[in-house]
């Protein structure tokens, strides 16, 4: 097939200019394709073929042009790790050699504050992508976490926007190096799942542009994304990905994006819109009409769209855009090019699994228990249904067919080996509990009703599991508890929200399964607990946490997540993760519940607008159990001797970290901006800069972080233009944002 497209491309004289073969880290050049070989390639194409290239030809492609040697266009999930192989269809093929490297998920990633992981992640993805040979990887999930309810916020990366973005952008990268297309998704506005498919979100430009589009802006200004996934909720009665002012005002206009708009799966609606509102691929139509049968010449932008260009209701003009851009993307990427072999579930992949499991889990709260001393301990009781489950299949379209997946009770029993004696028990089990429902009103209530059909499933925890916990967590020396949300819908009916999946949001952050109150009795019976959660959220913590000693939370860590939670429970890895959101108590003291609504029917109002997790619970004034930015470490650090100076717009912010404890560790250094005398509104502070330092006890580190003048603008409400105002900023140095250890005035 490509020697085929070679071939044409010589007939016409012109020749491949910039294919850059297997090269690694050349991002400056990597994506330069020539136009003159697209618009060559483009006056060769009918119609029909040009049709062809813009929507699916089977589950996870897109058409080529046989005649001319364009290959179809290969996609596949996901975030964190190749799905698997479904051939032409929706089922996941049998036999199939498609065991993957199965990473930490995005919230994890997002945890360790690390750049360079971001960058490392996106390197194992491409590559494993290009073993698999896959064109684009659906992939980093950027969405804001806006309510800790989204059911897949595990897949996202933050509440807060410039976290998302430079984390993201390292991933973007990191993936596009090894020539497989990022597909950063789902722009933008995509934070419920309840009725994800017609959701119309009302929000301001404010709120777009300084919340839900910046992690966006980022990938593509400064990761140079080669797709964006539109999503399937509509911002303020368009759907998304055939939105006027999303894809043509802003991502191809404002942001001069020129990569390819793919579709979320089933998300184009209209042809008319799709053919002038910036949608370039269309795939998944058919999950919604006959998922059994599909036409793809019935695709929206099949069929439907050649009558309107034969009929002249729409210039042709349209679709030779979005075939320039396809095309561009295939010279990018492996579709047209060679990139080189890639590599699959190698050691340094998994060792990949493992930095970023031990980086982004985050310890929050230790009064002296951790690390635990293999000396002291001679039995040590492993209980919950979370120290033995794999989570690696599950969660929707995020799912990886792991090589392996080692659980936390694993992690522990190879790291003390034969030194301690460990037990375990699984304290509780998944079961459906109407009880979580009691307390609902309103859209999920009513949401909930109408999906509920097996409610004669509805158990109480079992008692005989949780007796036999509590008697072991008595005899033992030590306990680690590992719970927490799960993936999946085992004995729940489908739509019922206890679980971190796609398509369906949580309903309360209660603990689920008798888990709070099995948590109380280990408490009681045995004060030396270490409660490990795993999951895309927090719990409601307060009838718990008072009375526990030790809390870590995991998150969904991937291939390597037990080893990751043994080293860090046992004191081989010091903790150094920080929550990318904040953690309150109830999923009601959140800005999304309390001063928007969440989840929304038919409409949802974001009248919170930019008091978005942090920016509203600190500018507010509201408590929280464990604020933004928070993670602890076995050794202490001090900051000192901030400095700022100005260079023309740019800020540099300097400070000094030493690491004042007996443990080498790492420390995230964090700044936030506060504006004083702003003319709108704007929150006590915002994240603007950060850096990570690794320090031996006793060193220090002169940290260095340039704000630019983003870093002290706001989108002007009524100009719908960024302004930055002059007068008397705050720079804020922290490391959360409740623990601000420096401050300074500048003027500007
Ligand atoms: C999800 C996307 C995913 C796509 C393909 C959709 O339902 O929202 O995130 O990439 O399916 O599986």
């Given at each position: 097939?490509?020697?085929?497209?070679?071939?044409?491309?010589?007939?016409?004289?012109?020749?491949?200019?910039a294919?850059n073969?297997?090269?690694?880290?050349?991002?400056?050049?990597?994506?330069?394709v020539?136009?003159?070989t697209?618009?060559?390639?483009?006056?060769?194409?009918?119609?029909?073929?040009?049709?062809?290239?813009?929507h699916?030809?089977?589950?996870?492609?897109?058409?080529?042009?046989?005649?001319?040697?364009?290959?179809e266009?290969?996609?596949?999930?996901?975030?964190?790790?190749?799905r698997?192989?479904?051939?032409?269809g929706?089922?996941?093929?049998?036999?199939?050699?498609?065991?993957?490297?199965?990473l930490?998920?995005g919230?994890?990633?997002?945890?360790?504050?690390?750049?360079?992981?971001?960058?490392?992640?996106?390197?194992?993805l491409?590559?494993?992508?290009?073993?698999?040979?896959?064109?684009?990887?659906l992939?980093?999930?950027?969405?804001?976490?806006r309510?800790?309810?989204?059911?897949?916020?595990?897949?996202?990366?933050?509440e807060?926007?410039?976290?998302?973005?430079?984390?993201?952008?390292?991933?973007?990268?990191g993936?596009?190096?090894?020539?497989?297309?990022?597909?950063p998704?789902h722009y933008a506005?995509n934070n419920q799942?309840?009725?994800?498919?017609?959701?119309?979100?009302?929000?301001?430009?404010?709120?777009?542009?300084?919340?839900y589009?910046?992690?966006?802006?980022?990938?593509?200004?400064d990761?140079?994304?080669?797709?964006?996934?539109?999503?399937?909720n509509?911002?303020?009665?368009?759907?998304t990905?055939?939105?006027e002012y999303?894809?043509?005002v802003?991502?191809?206009?404002?942001?001069e994006?020129?990569?390819?708009?793919?579709?979320?799966?089933?998300?184009?609606k209209?042809?008319?819109?799709?053919?002038?509102f910036?949608t370039?691929?269309?795939?998944?139509?058919e999950?919604?009409?006959d998922?059994?049968?599909p036409?793809y010449?019935?695709?929206?932008?099949?069929?439907?769209?050649r009558?309107?260009?034969?009929?002249g209701?729409?210039?042709?003009s349209?679709?030779?855009d979005?075939?320039?851009?396809?095309?561009?993307?295939?010279?990018?990427?492996?579709?047209?090019n060679?990139h080189?072999?890639?590599?699959?579930n190698?050691?340094?992949?998994?060792?990949?699994?493992?930095?970023?499991?031990?980086?982004?889990?985050?310890l929050?709260?230790n009064?002296?228990?951790l690390?635990?001393?293999t000396?002291?301990?001679?039995?040590?009781a492993?209980?919950?249904?979370?120290?033995?489950?794999?989570?690696?299949?599950?969660?929707?379209?995020?799912?990886?067919?792991?090589?392996?997946?080692?659980?936390?009770?694993?992690?522990?029993?190879n790291?003390?080996g034969?030194?301690?004696?460990?037990?375990?028990?699984?304290?509780?089990?998944?079961?459906?509990?109407?009880?979580?429902?009691a307390?609902?009103?309103?859209?999920?209530?009513?949401q909930?009703?109408?999906?509920?059909?097996?409610?004669?499933?509805?158990?109480?925890?079992?008692?005989?599991?949780?007796?036999?916990?509590?008697?072991?967590?008595?005899?033992?020396?030590?306990?680690?508890?590992?719970g927490?949300w799960?993936?999946?819908h085992?004995?729940?009916?489908?739509?019922?929200?206890?679980?971190d999946?796609?398509?369906?949001?949580?309903?309360?952050?209660?603990?689920?399964f008798?888990?709070?109150?099995?948590?109380?009795?280990?408490?009681?019976?045995?004060?030396?607990?270490?409660?490990?959660?795993?999951?895309?959220?927090?719990?409601?913590?307060?009838n718990?946490?008072?009375?526990?000693?030790?809390?870590?939370?995991a998150?969904?860590?991937?291939?390597?997540?037990?080893?990751?939670?043994?080293?860090?429970?046992?004191?081989?890895?010091?903790?150094s993760?920080?929550?990318?959101m904040t953690?309150?108590?109830?999923?009601?003291?959140?800005?999304?519940?309390?001063?928007?609504?969440?989840?929304?029917?038919n409409?949802?109002?974001?009248?919170?607008?930019?008091?978005?997790?942090y920016?509203?619970?600190?500018?507010?004034?509201?408590?929280?159990?464990?604020?933004?930015?928070?993670?602890?470490?076995?050794t202490?650090?001090?900051?000192?001797?901030?400095?700022?100076?100005?260079?023309?717009?740019?800020v540099?912010?300097?400070c000094?970290v030493?690491?004042?404890?007996?443990r080498?560790?790492?420390?995230?250094?964090?700044?936030?901006?506060?504006?004083?005398?702003?003319?709108?509104?704007?929150?006590v502070?915002?994240?603007?800069?950060?850096?990570?330092?690794?320090?031996?006890?006793?060193?220090?580190?002169?940290?260095?972080?340039e704000?630019?003048?983003?870093a002290?603008?706001?989108?002007?409400?009524?100009?719908?233009?960024?302004v930055?105002?002059s007068?008397?900023?705050?720079?804020?140095?922290?490391?959360?944002?409740?623990?601000?250890?420096?401050?300074?005035?500048?003027?500007?």
């Open positions: 097939m490509k020697n085929l497209f070679i071939l044409v491309i010589l007939a016409v004289g012109i020749s491949l200019t294919c073969t297997g090269q690694q880290n050349a991002t400056s050049n990597l994506g330069e020539s136009e003159v697209i618009d060559s390639l483009l006056a060769l194409m009918t119609l029909d073929e040009k049709i062809s290239l813009i699916a030809s089977s589950s996870f492609t897109s058409g080529g042009v046989e005649r001319l040697g364009i290959p266009l290969v996609f596949s999930d996901g975030p964190h790790g190749v698997h192989e479904h051939g032409r929706w089922f996941a093929l049998d036999g199939v050699d498609d065991r993957s490297t199965y930490p998920v919230i994890s990633l997002a945890s360790t504050w690390n750049k360079d992981l971001g960058y490392i992640y996106g390197e194992v491409g590559n494993e992508a290009k073993e698999r040979g896959k064109d684009v990887l992939g980093p999930g950027i969405n804001i976490i309510s800790p309810l989204n059911g897949r916020n595990f897949e996202y990366l933050s807060d926007p410039f976290l998302t973005g430079a984390m993201a952008v390292g991933y973007v990268r993936l596009q190096d090894q020539g497989i297309a990022a597909c998704k506005a799942e309840t009725d994800r498919h017609n959701i119309d979100v009302i929000v301001s430009r404010r709120a777009l542009h300084e919340i589009f910046p992690g966006f802006r980022a990938v593509v200004q990761g140079g994304a080669w797709s964006i996934m539109g999503a399937y509509k911002i303020n009665g368009q759907y990905t055939h939105h999303l894809n043509n802003v991502l191809k206009g404002d942001w994006f020129d990569g390819v708009v793919v579709s979320d799966w089933a998300s184009v209209d042809t008319r819109e799709a053919l002038l910036g370039d691929i269309e795939m998944g139509t999950l919604v009409r998922f059994n049968n036409v010449d019935e695709f929206y932008l099949a069929r439907p769209a009558e309107m260009i034969e009929s209701e729409i210039d042709v349209y679709v030779d979005k075939v320039r851009r396809v095309l561009r993307l295939m010279l990018r990427t492996t579709a047209m060679d080189g072999p890639g590599k699959r190698v050691p340094e992949h998994q060792q990949v699994a493992l930095d970023v499991a031990r980086e982004g889990i985050v929050l709260k009064d002296g228990l690390p635990l001393e000396s002291n301990i001679q039995t040590l492993v209980i919950g249904h979370n120290a033995t489950r794999l989570f690696a299949e599950r969660g929707g379209s995020s799912q990886v067919p792991a090589l392996y997946e080692i659980t936390p009770l694993e992690g522990i029993q790291l003390v034969n030194d301690i004696e460990v037990v375990y028990a699984e304290g509780y089990e998944p079961y459906y509990d109407q009880s979580l429902f307390d609902i009103s309103g859209a999920a209530a009513s909930s009703r109408e999906n509920r059909r097996d409610v004669e499933l509805a158990r109480t925890a079992n008692q005989s599991l949780k007796q036999e916990a509590i008697a072991l967590a008595e005899r033992a020396d030590a306990v680690i508890f590992v927490g799960i993936h999946g085992e004995g729940m009916p489908w739509g019922e929200g206890t679980y999946a796609e398509a369906r949001d949580k309903l309360n952050l209660k603990l689920i008798g888990q709070e109150e099995l948590i109380r009795e280990i408490n009681r019976v045995n004060p030396n607990t270490a409660v490990v959660l795993m999951g895309g959220s927090n719990v409601e913590m307060n718990w946490l008072p009375d526990t000693r030790a809390y870590v939370h998150w969904y860590p991937g291939m390597e997540g037990g080893r990751a939670i043994a080293e860090i429970l046992f004191g081989e890895v010091n903790p993760g920080k929550l990318p953690f309150a108590n109830s999923h009601l003291d959140y800005p999304s519940h309390s001063v928007g609504e969440f989840p929304g029917r409409t949802v109002a974001y009248t919170e607008d930019i008091y978005v997790g920016r509203y619970f600190d500018t507010h004034d509201k408590e929280v159990v464990f604020p933004f930015g928070f993670g602890l470490s076995y202490t650090f001090d900051f000192s001797d901030l400095t700022l100076s100005k260079d023309g717009d740019k540099l912010v300097q000094t030493t690491n004042t404890g007996a080498a560790g790492a420390e995230v250094v964090q700044v936030y901006v506060h504006h004083k005398n702003p003319s709108v509104d704007r929150p502070r915002e994240l603007k800069g950060f850096d990570k330092v690794h320090l031996e006890p006793g060193a220090s580190a002169r940290v260095s972080i704000l630019d003048a983003s002290f603008s706001y989108f002007h409400p009524e100009e719908f233009r960024w930055m105002e007068g008397s900023y705050e720079i804020q140095v922290g490391n959360s944002s409740r623990d601000i250890h420096l401050t300074s005035a500048i003027e500007l």
